[in-house]
């Protein structure tokens, strides 16, 4: 099995990257820098003609989607461990909860932070109120379901649902509906954050603006 990753730093790229080194699976690591406007390079948009950023090159195959290829990783490595085995009980939540993410987190972030380039700049202030609300029912959601004390979303294991769940609440570290803002998502947050797959992730993307305080 072999895979190159196409990321950028800190983006919808950065979940599946975790969970290449969380897991030790073999990987090259290739930089689309879309601050730089790399994702429209021709050659790249052979790869991925949406344009965005992740694509995992799987034994040669160009994929795409982020909570996709979280799930297709859990399916190919199920020695990892880090999605509830098919046909046990936690099973249906991961999928509710992956499904969850993909469909509504997700798609509220791309709208706050494509709202005037995806949409009518004249429009992008209402786009932007609407996934304001989606985000914070999100993080409503999601901090009642770590309140009984879990230290993990499902299973009671790490899964792809906190990889995909960590990088959606980084990305809200700048809006005015912050995951942080959620009394029972710090304590879950600080938990993922220490994992030294998350330190190496950063260290990696050359990321520092999201991480627990030293100690
Ligand atoms: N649903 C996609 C979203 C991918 C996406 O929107 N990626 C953003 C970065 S977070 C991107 O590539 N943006 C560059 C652009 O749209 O030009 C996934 O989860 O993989």
Redesign the pocket.
Known sequence: MTYALYY?PG??SMAVHWMLLEAGIPFEARLIN?DEGA?HDPEYRRLNPA????TLIVDGVPR????ALLMLLAERHPDAGLAPAPGSPDRAEWFELMVFM?NTV?PAM?DWF?ADEDGDPAGAEAVQALAQRRIEQSWERLDALVADGRNWLVGGKLSTADFLAVMLMRWSRNLPCKATNWPYLVPYIQRLRALPSFIELNTREGLSNWSNPAS
């Open positions: 950028s983006a919808a879309i994702q344009g965005r950023v992740p795409h989607e982020s909570a993909a997700l791309r494509y």
